[in-house]
């Protein structure tokens, strides 16, 4: 395919061949795939549209790690809008990328509809969020009770805190569940 010819200039076979099967585990559902690491790699556009499409109706990825692959506002947008429809993703790792505050606010948006992720990673993007982000990743998680880990480097102090104590609440939250089904 087309997208291939951007990764390491095709020079590399075998890096081929892994992102090919990763996107046909998430395209085709396959259960005993329920992690997918592609970080360090650079990802095109396409590759990653091609990606979150078969994303949106899987049931089965658990765990997806994108950290460090130059991805833009772009592609978030397009993971963004599988979010919304992915009902068993729990834990999305998009560290160093090349985010700006319009990209993440987007994603933020597709957590007032994703009940299910429980750890996302956004720190060290190539530009910096500001403080709107910061206030619109507190007022989102004032309403989330299901994210229990999120990984970021926040700048002012009153968005910090208050996303600390959220996160406490929902680990407490999330403890009080498991301990009422046993």
Not at 60 to 74: E, F, R, W
Not at 155 to 169: A, Q, Y
Request: net charge neutral; with cysteine.
């Amino acid at each position: 395919p087309s997208y291939l010819d951007e990764y390491q200039g095709g020079e590399n076979p075998i890096l081929d061949w892994l992102l090919e099967e990763a996107l046909e585990a998430v395209k085709k559902n396959i259960r005993e795939i329920s992690s997918i690491d592609l970080s360090s790699v650079t990802l095109s556009h396409e590759y990653i549209k091609e990606l979150t499409e078969a994303l949106s109706t899987n049931n089965q990825l658990k765990v997806l790690k994108l950290s460090h692959t130059q991805m833009a506002d772009n592609s978030l947008k397009c993971l963004a809008n599988a979010l919304k429809y992915n009902v068993r993703l729990q834990v999305l790792e998009l560290e160093t990328n090349w985010f700006t505050a319009d990209g993440v606010m987007t994603l933020l948006k597709s957590l007032e509809v994703n009940q299910k992720l429980k750890e996302l990673r956004l720190s060290n993007q190539k530009h910096a969020l500001g403080i709107r982000v910061e206030m619109e990743i507190e007022s989102t998680m004032k309403s989330n009770t299901n994210i229990l880990k999120f990984g970021y480097s926040f700048t002012s102090s009153g968005p910090r805190s208050s996303v600390e104590r959220m996160l406490m609440r929902n680990n407490e939250l999330d403890r009080l569940k498991r301990k009422n089904k046993h």
